[in-house]
């Protein structure tokens, strides 16, 4: 399931690349957190971008070492199985969090990259 993982990698950093953007200053905070800023977010907003954006990116990182790709390619290591678990959990809580938004505009954009990137996660590390 190698090119499944590069799919997900790359989808995720195409994730990571909307939350440095977000980071600095886009207009797109009804896409994001809620959709409680229509455009630009404030500072605790954009430090949360960035934190969004390291996250999104180590797991990127793990979803490919799952299959011995990647920059973390120790497959036998416990850490790379906890890690992808953590990653399968907390897109799980991606989807239900953005189907639950109450901006329409994230519900509507993240909602099914989150769930697709749920179900293709899933696909390459079982």
């Known amino acids: 399931m190698d090119a499944v993982a590069y799919v997900v990698a790359a989808a995720m950093l195409g994730v990571a690349a909307f939350h440095v953007v977000v980071a600095g200053g886009a207009p797109l ?15 605790a907003g954009r430090i949360v971008a960035v934190v969004s954006a390291g996250l999104v990116l180590l797991m990127a990182v793990v979803v490919l070492a799952r299959v011995d790709r990647g920059p973390a390619t120790v497959r036998d290591a416990d850490w790379i199985d906890w890690a992808w678990w953590a990653t399968v959990a907390y897109l799980t809580v991606g ?5 639950a938004s109450r901006s329409r505009s994230e519900r ?7 769930a697709a990137l749920l179900v293709l996660t899933l696909m390459s590390g079982l």
């Open 108 to 114: 509507l954009l993240w909602t099914p990259i989150v």
């Open 29 to 43: 905070g009804r896409f994001t957190q809620g959709g409680r800023h229509e455009t630009a977010l404030p500072r």
């Open 95 to 99: 989807v239900v969090a953005n189907a």
